[in-house]
């Protein structure tokens, strides 16, 4: 079992492939098909483009603020290449190509950059939750869907997903705690991109590692290579056998790096330097994994017609969302209580009245 040879207390890092794509470990490789690992690659790519112009059409002024998922693509491609129909997705909000993978659209997602809620509907998602905002409340809910399936006996397994800032919550350690008492199947996956905005991981947590956080509460943990797709996928693969055989839950550090800011209100030259930044984009997925393919001859397409008609179609997922029908007042205030208390009942009438008096005022 990977997880024991790589004992997060020895503070191993699990890794098949280095920063130039060659193989280190061919015996620990994945058997995937040539097929499925271009199939990565491409939603790697995509995944990228996609952010690349969600950031771009938010600087246009066309959608609200937005978290860049640049540099993290692996972890979210691997999760969706591992997840099954029927497995739970539980999301922060950084992981875009896992989201893509469980069937949510481009178009859902700019529906909620752009402030309606309709866009974490996920018609097309089969059991996935909209994203979570609010640091580490996710996991709380995806241990109490945990237990549900435990309880009903089914074969379900749940992933979900926090940052390491996120391992510096209560939060965090309570759903820990529960699903190592309760066995639940759940797979714990922290994206370890070094900063909780600008907090760097060395000044939130005294500990080797964040995956060593698994042994107090008693289940099996591993850091892995975040940026190496085929890591991540034999964890991932390694912890849905475990978890769903009955065993428990698993924890997963992706020890990754966010390439861009945090949001797009951020600005990471503030605390982080160039070098740093120069280090780590040696160790981008994307180029990592385009090497890998290279090197046998597996990437047969041009990448530049690749990405133009990408951008083709994320562009038409965009005008679709920006045609959508404009946001009903009345949406703001009715889904909360059954019968609209009166403090929000004056809150709806002092902003009617605003919106009237921005009419005249025009």
């Known amino acids: 079992m ?26 620990l490789m994945p058997e995937i098909d040539n097929d499925t ?62 989201w893509l993978a469980k069937g949510a659209t481009l178009r859902e997602m700019f529906l909620y950059f752009m402030g309606f ?56 350690n309570e759903a820990l705690n529960f699903a190592a008492v309760w066995k639940v199947p759940v797979i714990f996956v922290v994206q370890n991109n070094q900063f909780a905005i600008s907090v760097p991981v060395k000044k939130q947590s005294s500990a080797m590692n964040l995956a060593v956080k698994s042994v107090a509460f008693g289940m099996p943990g591993i850091k892995v290579d975040g940026n190496d797709v085929f890591a991540m996928y034999a964890a991932l693969k390694e912890a849905l056998e475990y978890a769903k055989s009955g065993k428990g839950p698993v924890l997963i550090e992706g020890l990754t790096y966010r390439l861009g800011a945090h ?26 994994l385009r090497q890998f393919l290279q090197d046998k001859d597996l990437l047969k397409e041009n990448e530049d017609e690749l990405v133009a008609q990408y951008k083709k179609d994320i562009e ?41 008096w921005k009419e005249v005022a025009k």
């Open 2 to 27: 990977i997880f024991d040879d790589y004992n997060p207390i020895e503070n191993k890092l699990f890794q098949i492939i280095d920063n130039d794509g060659k193989v280190l470990h061919p015996e």
């Open 37 to 98: 690992i271009l199939k990565a690659y491409k939603s790697m790519l995509f995944a990228r483009t996609a952010d690349i112009m969600a950031v771009s059409f938010q600087r246009q002024g066309r959608m609200f603020t937005y978290p860049p998922n640049y540099g993290q693509e692996a972890i979210g491609v691997a999760a969706g290449m591992v997840m099954r129909e029927n497995d739970w997705l539980i999301p922060a909000f950084r992981e875009m190509s896992a």
């Open 117 to 172: 809620e309709e866009g974490t509907v996920f018609k097309d998602a089969k059991n996935m939750l909209p994203m979570a905002v609010p640091i580490a409340s996710q996991l709380l809910h995806a241990v109490g869907i945990g237990y549900s399936i435990k309880y009903k006996k089914k074969d379900e397994v749940v992933f979900t997903f926090v940052g390491d800032g996120g391992t510096s919550t209560g939060e965090f």
């Open 263 to 288: 949001t797009t209100s951020d600005d990471p030259t503030k605390y982080r330097s160039k070098e740093e930044e120069e280090y780590w984009a040696k160790a981008d997925p994307l180029k990592r």
């Open 316 to 356: 038409a997922e965009f005008e679709k969302a920006e045609q959508h029908a404009p946001y009903e007042l009345e949406d703001v205030f009715k889904y909360t209580f059954v019968d609209m208390p009166d403090e929000l009942k004056r809150q709806k009438k002092e902003y009617e009245n605003f919106l009237q």
